[in-house]
């Protein structure tokens, strides 16, 4: 069925440095891709979305791109803040509404 | 525009008791959506309900049912609660199939 795997964390970074977390997807048909973030006691939080093949997502300084021939959309930050610190997830759609998650990754910016 | 709410936003009881979550989505959503977070399983789609209808369900019992009503107010019920209920659940809404879904804060679920 239907999957998302991405990285495991945590990620520890300190500020200023530059944010990679892979994340790669299988699909039967051709999903939409989002990146969500939580941060501490909340929901979540759309960071970005691409509906398409070659599309970039952005948002806030993070980027990432649809990518059909590797079936990834791994997120990037040039230069993460302290206020970066959450847990990503990788998520692709799978039918209606419903959306299929990554397990999650943990990142810690240290200043 | 208000967000998303869930009630109540904790809850604590134990097994073999049933419970009633309650979501309500930002005025003019349509569809809603459920999912259960835990540590060990990660985020897992529940159900999708749209127009009072469920358009789609995940992997779960039948211990765990939903609806939603004509004001697309939805509730969650998990009856005969197991200590692996224990959970945050998320509700999500969303204008359209495909669009932005907004999720709330959680109701975190904890059985005894």
């Known amino acids: 069925g239907d999957s998302v795997t991405q990285m495991e964390g945590p990620v520890t970074l300190s500020e200023e440095a530059c944010l990679t977390i892979?994340?790669?997807?299988?699909?039967?048909?051709?999903?939409?891709l989002f990146w969500y973030v939580q941060y501490p006691g909340e929901g979540l939080q759309l960071l970005l979305k691409?509906?398409?093949?070659?599309d970039k997502g952005s948002n806030k300084g993070f980027e990432a791109t649809y990518r059909k021939e590797t079936t990834s959309f791994h997120l990037e930050k040039g230069s993460v803040q302290v206020s970066d610190s959450a847990v990503y997830f990788c998520?692709?759609?799978?039918?209606?509404?419903?959306?299929?998650f990554g397990a999650g990754t943990r990142l810690a910016v240290h200043p | 525009k208000a967000g998303v709410t869930q009630t109540p936003r904790y809850l604590i009881k134990t097994r073999g008791q049933q419970v009633t979550l309650s979501c309500s989505p930002i005025?003019?959503?349509?569809?809603v959506s459920w999912y259960q977070q835990t540590p060990g399983q990660g985020l897992q789609f529940l159900f999708e309900?749209?127009?009072?209808?469920?358009?789609n369900k995940g992997n779960f019992p039948g211990r765990f049912s939903g609806r939603q009503f004509s004001n697309s107010r939805s509730e969650m019920n998990v009856s005969t609660l197991e200590l692996g209920d224990s959970a945050l659940y998320l509700c999500?809404?969303?204008?359209?199939?495909?669009?932005?879904?907004?999720f709330g804060p959680g109701t975190r679920l904890t059985v005894l």
């Open positions: 998520a692709s759609t799978g039918g209606y509404n419903k959306l299929i």
């Open positions: 892979n994340c790669t997807y299988t699909a039967t048909g051709y999903p939409s």
């Open positions: 691409a509906t398409k093949a070659d």
């Open positions: 005025s003019g959503h349509r569809s």
């Open positions: 309900y749209f127009s009072e209808t469920q358009r």
């Open positions: 999500a809404s969303s204008l359209e199939v495909g669009g932005e879904q907004f």
